[in-house]
């Protein structure tokens, strides 16, 4: 017995509740068909339900005179049909409604039965029993896509599996458009994994004709999170419509996660959408994900493969100098300067730095979109207030910091070269000078909250140098360990949400995990070569 909820497989039918999930098994099950039961005149019984959608049931199901397992759907639109005995009958008001799906679930059946795809489940026949209709397909032996993603860290997947898995998926697609059919219910769960990892498209419960108007919302079966506006709407279909499926399947593939569902977008005006991937992920799910059906591709194929040919992208030496071109550095001279907080509450040290040169702003969304194109990383979880090019990066750990410095050909600055930067040689407290003044950076002292701001923003709160955001915005990852735990990262600098003015002072030390990022946690480069 399986469990419809979790898919908790082998259950011993004696067993009330899944092990799994906690659900309670014959709820689930109260309207399937009962193990044992016979079909098409005693050629196939029943082993046990796979799982369920909107429209119908999948069993296992043993082909009595062959002794061969096979996938049994049965037409069971739930919400419109109940089950006496074996009998499928339709409640009062859908009749009608129920007899014209019944023969047109038949119809696309017997059109998916001529299609003869490594990537697409097999139909071997189909019949009429018990008021309703079955298709018989090949059993699938292998886990789905989901119990993947599932397993995977992050919940997403290395982006060469990605590849694997939606080129396979593509051509599967392209054999069923080439049919005059859409699938409709692109998702994890619709995808089985063999042995080998080949995915193979299941579940054609939701299919439809090519170009399918005339249907209300409510006639149509989908996944609310993966389904397109048009779809959920009643309105006309086509090939794009599963390539909004694709593209949502690939985002999360990449991610762990999925794009905004499609009636929020409509809801709130976002589109376009545009995820924060790097080439050429960005532009294919991009183009995936127009809320209008005719601003997407029309082919399959030629959303999958012209922009995305040999998955080349501009050369990582161009995005590198395009980066450090990017960058305004500002030169910090030679020489003393006072480091560390004044008695009584510290102790200041007079110490001597070579010449170097340090970022004159945090590094930008923008600057950090570019290493992630080149090096092909994902951007780091978007915060609640979305990408913005001018703010500065955040959400990014001290390893993640000093893996852009090392393939940048820079450095993290210590928390001397960072101090300098920020104060100058006089020993004063703030960047601007001795006392707190709230308009010289962003912060949420006195506030209830603040907000981050473009790392040009405050150009009063400069230091001496000219360096900018050294106090607020964001907390700065340095190079150097916090203490002797050995285990600690330096950051500098408070950030917009503080609400003290002490943390904000250039001596003011905090620390955290290497491994740890936050919406407040960002850095800047130095290094030792001069600035023109």
Known sequence: MRCLTCSADGLSAEITVCPQCGEHLPTLLYDTLPIGALLDGGRYRIDYALGRGGFGITYRAMHIELEHSV?????????????????????????????????????????LARLNHPGIVRVMNHFEEHGTAYLVMELVRGRSLRDELNEAEGHRLSEERVREIMAELVEALAAVHAADLL????????????????????????????????????????????????????????????????????????????PPESWDRLLKQLDPWIPNLPEP??????????????????????????????????????????????????????????????????RHVEISLPAYKIMKYPVTVAQYRLYCEATKRLMPEMPKWGWQDDHPI????????????????????????????ARGTDGRKYPWGSTWNPSKCSH??????GHITPVRSY?????????????????????????????????????????????????????????????????????SSPAP
């Open 394 to 421: 955040v959400n990014v750990s001290w390893e993640d910091a000093a893996a852009f410095a090392e393939w940048a050909g820079v450095a993290l600055p210590t928390e001397e070269e960072w101090e300098k930067a």
């Open 183 to 258: 699938h409709l219910d692109i998702k994890p769960e619709n995808v089985i994994l063999t042995s080998d990892g080949k995915p193979i498209l299941v579940d054609f419960g939701a299919a439809r004709r090519s170009i399918s108007t005339g249907s209300s919302s409510t006639d149509r079966v989908f996944t609310y999170k993966y389904a397109p506006i048009e779809l959920m709407k009643g309105d006309t279909l086509g090939v794009g419509s599963d390539i909004f499926q694709a593209g949502m399947l690939l985002h999360e593939l990449l991610t762990g996660f999925l």
């Open 459 to 527: 150009s009063v709160g400069a230091s001496p140098y000219g360096v900018m955001n050294m106090a607020g915005n964001v907390w700065e990852w340095c190079a150097n360990l916090y203490d002797d735990s050995q285990c600690l990262r330096a950051l500098r600098g408070g950030s917009w949400l503080n609400k003290y003015p002490d943390i904000f002072c250039v001596t003011y030390r905090s620390s955290n995990n290497p491994t740890c990022g936050h919406d407040v946690y960002s850095f800047r480069c130095v290094s």
């Open 444 to 449: 949420s002292v006195g506030r209830s909250t």
């Open 281 to 346: 992920w960005k532009g294919l799910v991009a183009s995936a994900l127009p809320l209008e059906l005719v601003k997407r591709p029309s082919n399959i194929f030629t959303w999958w493969n012209e922009p995305n040919a040999a998955f080349s992208i501009t050369s990582p030496v161009l995005l590198r100098e395009q980066l450090l071109a990017s960058i305004e550095w500002v030169n910090i001279p030679p020489g003393k300067f006072i480091y560390g907080d004044s008695p009584p509450f510290g």
């Open 71 to 111: 996938a049994i759907k049965e037409f069971y639109p739930k919400e419109i049909v109940y089950r006496d005995g074996l009998l499928v009958k339709a409640r009062t008001p859908y009749s009608e409604k129920f007899i014209r799906d019944c023969i047109r679930f038949t119809r696309e059946g017997k059109i």
